[in-house]
């Protein structure tokens, strides 16, 4: 099965994510905070990581260059949801690492066709 | 070799420096220096500007950790103020930083607020609803409720809705309602309601 | 009652979600519905003995950031007892990862300046330090080639007198191998056994805080610290300065054991992660940055 693991401070942006990468089949982790990410990752192998922004201990941007880093080393997908869109976040998120930078709300549709898209390489982008 | 007692006489560790050296010491080019000065000059009122005027420019997190630290032990409106206009940094790691000394600061942040919620910037009123999650006073609700109530961005509402779900009871049903009534076409907030309105059926 | 909140009536589901969420975020310490039982007891326990009678006032008034309700809940939800070889895996991953890393960083056996040191704090009663020092004394096939210092640490001077004492009954030393109680320990009377006086004088005893910046700058220099079950019971300000402070105590490449529920990503991001076979272990970065 295709392994999440989703990264969000807010318990309700986990559970609805949680919860819609659930019912298209994937099996999905949580963590908290950046650092917890990163913790995570150390113990267990992911397919793909959806990453927030604004975290409290290590922010989005730090978690996915540290997830690429020597520390974790992972290459696996990372799908960046952010509630801000300011001119250069994309690019703040692609130069750390992320593979693909979107703004909330993600409708469900677009959640599951992006992890789709970024674990298994098929179909047409968001 | 072997199990040993801490060889007597101990090196000395140097002498407290005074408060004036410190602050000297939060421009040295190392940043270990000024990561120890920033945390030694806990509770010293003198070096609150000092801080205040370089906590923004910190570039290294390590730093700036250690001077939040230490600002946030200062719970005064002057603190509050100072750190609350770097909610609005395009830096993540600062803006995300600073919310969290805030969330510590009960006493002074409450009176920020009316400013705050009325930030053009919604990103900065995001970044308020992430203060009073874990702010803790009782006014962080009602604050919380104002925003869900009566702010425009649908993002600033979801934020306060995760911020207050930890704590609502059955008396903020009509409170989230209501808002779900105000952004129909918010995937994420009408699922966010829907999931959390059974839960607080009995609550009070 | 309705929506089950007076004690004795358990917790209804959505307040289990809600305290366990709660608890996660204050302490990293997880509970899942496995625990549902246990949890609601242990709650109840804890409302019963506060001055409020609904599950609803006495969650609100703990959010409110009320220390003495914090640090009776977690005495309540977690095990708060010290005894030899506690965590021992801790122990094992310091003798087969932890010193070894030590050691090399610091130019191998023969060019290492200066003693290996650990620090054990909260020290308590004295079961920890003494623990590592039989480890070392028994496991470490460096011990004979290195020096090496081992520090206990405490607030409390109580319990600090009593590892000074080092006198320890049969609860306490179940772990302990019979061969080695035989060789390190002395029979004082009364089935209580004292540490020999070579480890208990190879141990220095500090009384500090560990929030005090000031007084931690005594601690400088350690390659390995045991920080174990104390930052769960500090507010957001105090373990954030704690954990500073921790780091303050590292010599660059240090290593920091926290408790085994414990975790630094709920404190401070300062350390590095590491993964070691037997967990996570916290390092004081070397680099520059």
Redesign the interface.
């Known amino acids: 099965m295709t392994r999440v693991l989703v990264v969000d401070d807010a ?1 309700t942006v986990r559970l609805y994510h949680t919860s819609l990468l659930r019912e298209a089949g994937f099996e999905v982790a949580e963590a ?5 990410a ?2 995570a990752a ?2 267990d192998s992911y397919d793909l990581f959806v990453v927030d922004v604004n975290m409290p ?2 922010n989005g941007y ?1 978690c996915v260059e540290t997830l690429r880093s020597e ?1 974790v080393g992972t290459a696996a997908p990372v799908l960046m949801i952010s509630t801000e869109d300011r001119p250069g976040d994309a690019d703040r998120a692609y130069q750390a690492g992320a593979n693909l930078y979107l703004v909330k709300p993600v409708s469900a549709e677009r959640l599951v066709r992006v992890a789709t898209m970024l674990t298994t390489g098929k179909g047409p982008d968001a | ?7 007597q006489p101990e090196p000395e ?1 140097a002498p ?1 420096l005074d408060t004036g050296e410190l602050i000297r010491k939060l421009d040295d080019p190392d ?1 270990e220096q000024r ?2 000065a920033a ?2 000059l ?1 509770g010293e009122p003198d070096a609150v500007p000092e801080l205040l005027a370089r906590v923004g420019l910190e570039t ?3 730093v700036r ?2 001077m939040l ?1 230490t600002l ?2 200062h719970d005064t409106e002057a603190v509050a103020a100072g750190l609350a206009v770097h909610l609005a940094s395009d830096e993540a790691g600062l803006r995300t930083a600073v919310a ?1 000394a805030l ?2 600061m ?1 006493l002074s942040v409450p009176g920020l607020l009316p400013d705050l919620l009325a930030a053009p910037d919604h990103d900065v009123r995001v970044m308020t609803a992430m203060v009073l999650a ?1 702010l ?3 006014e962080a609700r009602s604050w919380l409720v104002r925003m869900i109530t009566d702010d425009t961005h649908p993002n600033v509402v979801t934020a306060a809705i995760d911020a207050l ?3 609502a ?1 059955a008396e903020h049903v009509p409170v989230l309602e209501a808002a779900a009534r105000r952004f129909p076409d918010d995937p994420f907030l009408q699922f966010t309601v829907r999931a959390a309105l ?3 059926a ?3 | 009652m ?4 007076s004690a004795g009536a358990g917790l ?4 289990f ?2 305290f366990t ?2 608890f ?2 204050r302490t990293g310490i997880h509970f899942t519905h496995a625990k549902r039982y246990f949890v609601d007891k242990r709650v109840e326990t804890c409302i019963r003995s506060s001055p409020y009678d ?1 599950f ?1 006032s006495w969650f ?1 008034a703990l ?3 009320k220390p003495d309700m914090l640090q009776e809940l977690i005495n309540e939800l977690t095990v708060n007892e010290t005894y030899f070889l506690r965590e021992d895996y801790q122990f094992d991953a310091m003798l087969n990862t932890v010193l070894p890393k030590a050691l090399a960083a610091r130019g191998g056996v023969n060019r290492i300046a200066g ?1 290996i040191k650990i620090l054990s704090l909260p020290c308590s009663t004295g079961e920890e330090p003494y623990s590592i ?1 039989l480890r ?2 028994e496991e470490w096939d460096q ?9 206990g640490a405490d607030i409390d001077s109580d319990v600090l007198a009593k590892a000074a004492h080092a006198s320890y009954g049969a609860r306490s030393l179940a772990r302990v191998p019979k061969a080695w109680v035989n060789k390190y320990f002395t029979p004082v009377g009364s089935g209580r056994y004292q540490v020999d006086e ?2 208990r ?4 005893l500090h009384k500090v805080n560990v929030c005090d ?2 007084a931690m ?2 601690f ?1 220099d350690f390659d390995v610290i045991f920080c174990r079950n104390v930052l769960i019971y500090f ?3 105090s373990s ?2 704690a954990a ?2 921790l780091y ?1 105590a590292l010599r660059p490449g240090g290593h920091l054991f926290l408790g085994h529920s414990e ?8 350390f ?4 070691l076979p037997e967990g ?1 272990v916290y390092q004081r970065p070397t680099g ?2």
Not at chain 3, 143 to 150: A, F, P
């Open positions: 318990a908290a905070n950046g650092l917890e990163v913790e150390m113990i201990k290590m730090t520390t | 070799m072997g199990l040993v007692r801490k060889q560790t407290p940043p990561r120890e945390l030694e806990a290294q997190p390590r950790d250690a630290t946030a032990g969290e969330a510590t009960p874990d803790p006073t009782p779900l930890p704590a009871t059974p839960g607080l009995g609550t009070q | 309705a929506g089950a909140t209804s589901d959505a307040d979600d809600r969420e709660y996660y975020k609904t609803a609100a959010r409110m950031d003693p020092a070392l004394l011990i004979d080639h290195v020096d090496v210092e081992i520090h070579g480890i004088s190879a141990v220095t910046t000031a700058r005594a400088r507010d957001e300000l954030r300065r500073e402070n303050g975790s630094m990503s709920r404190i401070s991001p300062i590095t992660p590491t993964r996570i520059a940055k």
